[in-house]
């Protein structure tokens, strides 16, 4: 009786702290969504549960003429696409390579990458600004996909090479004596096999111009370029526009679809990250 | 088919052919290589060579002229564009360079192979060779060299404008910048402004480190222990909720929590403080400031170290658990010997990542208060990091030198850090196990 008394206690201490934590968790984020529904601009007068529910920022965002929202969806999933694609196609095809290949410099460049991908890309910004207006990529979705591209490749590629290092090398061995190439090897077998990792990679490549709002902001110049993040931002950065009912409407249509499809992968995301980092 | 080809050559093919003169040659890019009767090979090399040198040498060597001297004329020379072509000329100067040697290196050896005996390849043959042994050098070669212009040319730019003038005050086009040595790393460190910022940010910045990270991963570990206790029901509802932070955007749930922590009508101190009679300064006191983001960052970041630690812990064995139940462990014992070092042991490279992370965590610094609030007689503000520093010197005071001398001390911690890891990640020890 005692014994069972004590447990139940425990449990319902493990409750409370779990409901506590729900909370916590979900007070912010309740918050964030009510804000879109207050009518009006103004934090003043925001509250928890509006008087009246409107609707009103999610209607402008899409009909208004002066809103340009759904010309900035275009513009990231564009962005966002053609990084994904780019990235998966130079990461696993150079992390095959340093995976199976011995060749001079590999080392040295094993370790450069290493230290290269400790070095926030934001340190060489200034850089990168003359760098991209001396080829005339300013204000350009190249220039920025291209600063995407390379400024995450070294992280993702000790992601992939990680993963790729986990595959037995018997594999591409046998299939070569039976006189399969190189790409045929890299297509045919370690491709599938290393499908986990590719997808994540896929997914946070794909993913990252959604909410980098500091990159475009010092490459991309007119506001019919704008991506998602960057347009977003300047509703609340604007001193003369503190807009953060519209800004919260318009972010609550990105984080939905994208808290979804990361619930529904977040295993799938964990274990290629685990594999990856412990084993390689 | 040549069967003869495929016979070892015999003693008699040994002749006097000679490497030495084969490299000597080739020191104009080519002609080794015809000494070693590879006609096609050498013929193009000597051609692309020759042609590389005459179009190439100059204007190097002119850029690296002008990076030395950042120009003299201001109204003709921008000393940023000369700084600009100076960095990129050498690292391609540097990369022909490690073609030249590769010729050389090319040379002898074929000159060695003609020396044994071995027949000239056939052209097709070459082909192959070079495309077999060639195909790493493919690859990595193109994209070595995107890096080296998008990642490696930046920070060696950065680099290089901690020793130059470069402020808002003297920037070009207006004005030629100059070397300076290391003038700015002596204001950095003795000019008050400057050292008792860089002191608080460095010190902030291993703070704000350590604590967040630490209380994140703490959290992470207590709760995903309590929710594995096999007398919870709901497991996958309450693992869902407690995953919800890492899920939604970052970018939109910090500016929330600015708006929520606004001082004067932010919801925490309108709702809940309210209530008791005081109005917290979170955004405007520097202190508060500290406890908000971290708080923040503790809800942001434990859910990814609680799905990591939750999948550890339901690889444990049950057998272990048993065992010590038999030898009458108690539950605080079973969690240090058993739960602890298998979770640690399995997680401890994210971990540390999870640190690493946080010390270059610019997104939410800036996102909740811009690193403010500012502090009088200081360049920093109460919140900033190193990274965040650097971007507001470097975007919002356009104090570039300062910025670039700044970075240069991250870098170095940066790099040390990085060291360490390379001792110890396994990818490396285990680097030769193929």
Known sequence: MKRSLKSALEVSGIYLIVLIMFVLILYPLLWAFSMSLNPGTSLFSLKMFPDNWSLEHYKWLFTDPSSNYTLWYKNTLIVAFINGLASVCIVSIVAYVFSRFRFIGRKNSIYTFLLLQMFPVLMGMVAIYLLLNTVNLLDTFTGLILIYVFGGLPMNLFLVKGYLDTIPRDLDESAKIDGAGYLTIFFRILIPLASPIIAVVALFTFMAPFFDFLTPQIIIRSPEKFTLALGLYNFINDKFANNFTMFAAGTILIAIPISIVFLLLQRFLISGLADGATKG | ?434
């Open chain 2, 1 to 434: 088919m040549n069967i003869n080809a495929l016979e070892p050559a015999p003693a008699s093919r040994q002749n006097n052919h000679n490497p030495v003169l084969a490299t000597v040659l080739s020191i104009v890019p080519g002609l080794g290589q015809l000494y070693n009767r590879r006609w096609i090979k050498g013929i193009v090399f000597l051609v692309i060579g020759l042609s590389l040198i005459a179009a190439l040498s100059v204007p190097i060597a002119n850029s690296i002229a002008g990076m030395i001297t950042l120009g003299d004329n201001p109204e003709t020379d921008d000393s940023r564009n000369l700084l600009v072509q100076g960095l990129l000329s050498s690292i391609i100067g540097i990369i022909l360079l490690g073609l030249y040697v590769l010729n050389l290196l090319d040379a002898r050896k074929d000159a060695k192979k003609r020396q044994e005996g071995t027949r000239t390849p056939s052209v097709r043959q070459a082909f192959q060779d070079s495309w077999e042994h060639g195909f790493p050098y493919f690859v990595v070669v193109p994209n070595f060299i995107m890096m080296a212009l998008i990642v490696i040319f930046p920070l060696l730019f950065m680099i290089s404008l901690a020793f130059t003038n470069y402020n808002l005050y003297n920037s070009p086009p207006a004005h030629l910048l100059n070397w300076v040595g290391f003038a700015n790393f002596k204001s950095l460190f003795t000019e008050a402004v400057w050292s008792k910022s860089l002191i608080t940010v460095l010190s902030w910045t291993v703070v704000w480190t350590l604590v967040a990270t630490t209380l994140q991963i703490v959290l992470a570990f207590f709760l995903a222990v309590l929710v594995n206790d096999s007398r919870v029901k709901f497991k996958r509802l309450i693992r869902t909720v407690l995953i919800l932070p890492w899920a939604v955007p970052s970018f939109m749930t910090v500016l929330v929590f600015t708006a929520m922590f606004n001082d004067t009508f932010g919801a925490i101190n309108r709702d809940i403080f309210s209530h008791f009679g005081v109005t917290i300064p979170w955004l405007s006191d520097p202190t508060w400031a500290r406890i908000a983001i971290i708080s923040i960052q503790v809800w942001l970041g434990f859910p990814y170290v609680f799905t990591l630690i939750t999948g550890v812990l339901q690889g444990i064995s049950k057998d272990w658990y048993e065992a010590a139940d038999v030898d009458g462990g108690s539950r605080w014992k079973k969690f240090r010997f058993i739960t602890m070092p298998h979770v640690l042991f399995a997680t401890a490279p994210l971990l540390i990542m999870q640190y690493s992370y946080n010390f270059n965590n610019f997104n939410i610094i800036y996102l909740f208060n811009k690193g403010g609030p500012p502090v009088p007689g200081q360049s920093s503000g109460a919140t900033d990091i190193l990274i965040s520093w650097v971007y507001s010197l470097t975007f919002k005071e356009n104090n570039y030198k300062m910025a670039a001398a700044v970075s240069i001390i991250m870098g170095i911690v940066v790099a040390a850090f990085a060291l360490y890891q390379f001792r110890k990640t396994r990818s490396f020890r285990e680097e030769d196990m193929y």
